[in-house]
T-cell receptor, first 111, second 116 residues
Framework: SQQGEEDPQALSIQEGENATMNCSYK?????LQWYRQNSGRGLVHLIL?????REKHSGRLRVTLDTSKKSSSLLITASRAADTASYFC???????????FGRGTSLIVHP | GAVVSQHPSWVICKSGTSVKIECRSL??????MFWYRQFPKQSLMLMAT?????????EQGVEKDKFLINHASLTLSTLTVTSAHPEDSSFYIC????????????FGSGTRLTVV
């Protein structure tokens, strides 16, 4: 069953703007990961944040995790047209480290 | 970094035929591999967990006789869609876990299956 749910489902912005995507989940997690998928391609791992972490950075990416609200956000700063893709959050919980994916956010960055 | 190679990237087959999809970990040993299915603009749904040297574990609702999984070595898992039907048309993606860590998931590039 799906655990994470991304919001918004679709996001359209201009190059240079920041893009923020949110992910909410229902049960306690071990880890939360964000992935990127270009149309018709496989997934690329972006960031993993553990349940005891609150924020992580990687280049233009910033991920936050609020376990009290069971939510995470992915911020892409100074977006580029090449950032156009679908972004998924995935959580794992309990004794299983198999990630369960949300439906994703489709991001379009206009040049 | 860890690389997973998935082949073929796309395949078109006739109804009733079988299709085999390969997933290889190129620079690490993967005791566990995962097979996902993705419908257009939908999430990835886990189909099964493939364990080297043992039977795969299928998710509820996935027909094990239709989706045969073989994980005969630490670097190769195969998914065979048997007697394919148009409703099996989908995007199939494999993922492997790097045995060096519990948290390293690497995905293949996916296979677009079209059954006509």
């Amino acid at each position: 069953s799906q655990q994470g749910e991304e919001d918004p489902q679709a996001l359209s912005i201009q190059e240079g703007e920041n893009a923020t995507m949110n992910c909410s989940y229902k049960t306690s997690i071990n880890n939360l990961q964000w992935y990127r998928q270009n149309s018709g391609r496989g997934l690329v791992h972006l960031i993993l944040i553990r349940s005891n972490e609150r924020e992580k950075h990687s280049g233009r990416l910033r991920v936050t995790l609020d376990t009290s609200k069971k939510s995470s956000s992915l911020l892409i700063t100074a977006s580029r047209a090449a950032d156009t893709a679908s972004y998924f959050c995935a959580t794992d919980s309990g004794g299983s480290y198999i990630p369960t994916f949300g439906r994703g956010t489709s991001l379009i960055v206009h040049p | 970094g860890a690389v997973v190679s998935q082949h073929p990237s796309w395949v078109i087959c006739k109804s009733g035929t079988s299709v085999k999809i390969e997933c290889r970990s190129l620079d690490f040993q993967a005791t566990t591999m995962f097979w996902y299915r993705q419908f257009p603009k939908q999430s990835l749904m886990l189909m099964a967990t493939s364990n080297e040297g043992s039977k795969a574990t299928y998710e509820q609702g996935v027909e094990k006789d239709k989706f045969l999984i073989n994980h005969a070595s630490l670097t190769l898992s195969t998914l065979t869609v048997t007697s394919a039907h148009p409703e099996d048309s989908s995007f199939y993606i494999c993922s492997a876990r790097d045995g060096q860590t519990n948290y390293g998931y690497t995905f293949g590039s996916g296979t677009r299956l079209t059954v006509v």
